[in-house]
């Protein structure tokens, strides 16, 4: 297989593009997209209707994936070997697959910025757009007493004593009856 160095080298050219491992292979990235992968050393470019008739023009062969019960198609083709040679025209076919990466990838929902991320300090919160209400008493204060919480409710003698394992002061209870 082509070294990640090796891919990378040939990827220089286009500003932007990344290199990252993945499923055993390699992935080729740009702004996020996918446009190239390295699998069973061999390099695959994405291609769609439009671009696909140009690899097999040059006799090449699409990626098939080994499904579960059958053999599933992927939109990468293989890269003619004489582009290893011509990085020019790699370029152009890259870009080209860079383009269809563009094209057939779906928008991504818009995610809930993170606090304090540059995305939530260009919006107003929503905290800021309501005032905080302190109290349900207009002009009281909120005081140590106020805001204290409440002891915890004391628990029956009967349930006490059975969980200390003891038996119980009150004659009706569970454990004192005879049993049936």
């Known amino acids: 297989m082509p070294s990640q160095a090796q891919v990378e080298e040939m990827f220089a050219a286009i500003d932007g593009t990344t290199i990252r491992k993945m499923f055993g292979g390699l992935g080729v990235f740009r702004r996020g997209i ?3 992968l390295v699998a069973d050393d061999i390099l695959y470019m994405k291609a769609d209707e439009a671009t696909s008739p140009g690899y097999e023009a040059e006799g090449c062969q699409q990626w098939v994936y080994d499904g579960r019960d059958r053999a599933v198609p992927m939109p990468y083709w293989r890269l003619p070997d004489r582009l290893f040679d011509e ?3 790699f370029r152009e076919w890259a870009l080209a697959a860079f383009a269809v990466g563009e094209r057939t990838t779906k928008p991504k929902k818009a995610t809930r910025a993170a606090p304090g991320s ?3 300090a260009a919006r107003p919160s929503r905290a800021a757009a309501k005032p905080v209400r302190t109290s349900k008493k207009p002009g009281k ?6 805001t204290a ?11 006490t004593a059975r969980r200390a394992g003891k038996k119980p002061k ?4 569970r454990l004192s009856r005879p049993r049936r």
Do not use: V
Not at 141 to 146: C, E, G, L, Y
Not at 149 to 159: D, N, S, W
Not at 170 to 173: E, F, V, Y
């Open 87 to 89: 990085p020019d025209e």
């Open 170 to 173: 009150t004659a009706r209870s």
């Open 149 to 159: 919480k409440k002891p915890a409710a004391k628990k029956p003698a009967a349930k």
């Open 118 to 120: 540059a995305r939530s």
């Open 34 to 36: 996918m446009y190239a």
């Open 141 to 146: 204060k909120r005081t140590a007493k106020t």
